[in-house]
């Protein structure tokens, strides 16, 4: 079954970077979109970053210019590399995707498009 694993988070001061990992299991990773969302307590959850299946790549405002989405297809993982990390940044980072049909270079940052959730990873960024 379609199985999201994400790893990676940790405290991480402010204006510093870190990397967070999806791992995925149990379908095509190259034939998906995956999304990266967050979560920080009182909030709703917030779409960040997307990567189409053709590699094509969408960002959050929140986000854009200080954050990477990339994926390796053949290690079955997307990674978010975070830059320059603000307080604001801290929250549950989670992994997602859709469930088919899957158009080419689909990609967005809705949560109620995507079907497969990973259990999250917590980023601290003290304030």
């Known amino acids: 079954q379609v199985q999201l694993v994400e790893s990676g988070g940790g405290l991480v001061q402010a204006g510093g970077s870190l990397r967070v990992s999806c791992a995925a299991s149990?379908?095509?990773?190259?034939?998906?979109?995956i999304a990266w969302f967050r979560q920080a307590p009182g909030k709703e959850r917030e779409g960040i970053a997307c990567?189409?299946?053709?590699?094509?790549?969408y960002y959050a405002d929140s986000v854009k210019d200080r954050f990477t989405i990339s994926r390796d297809n053949a290690k079955k993982s997307v990674y978010l590399q975070m830059n320059v990390v603000k307080p604001d940044d801290a929250a549950i980072y989670f992994c997602?995707?859709?469930?088919?049909?899957?158009?080419?270079?689909?990609?967005?940052?809705?949560?109620?498009?995507?079907?497969?959730w990973g259990q999250g990873t917590q980023v601290t960024v003290p304030s």
């Open positions: 997602a995707t859709i469930r088919p049909p899957i158009r080419p270079g689909e990609c967005q940052l809705s949560p109620d498009s995507y079907a497969f």
């Open positions: 149990g379908f095509t990773l190259g034939y998906y979109p």
């Open positions: 990567i189409s299946n053709t590699g094509g790549t």
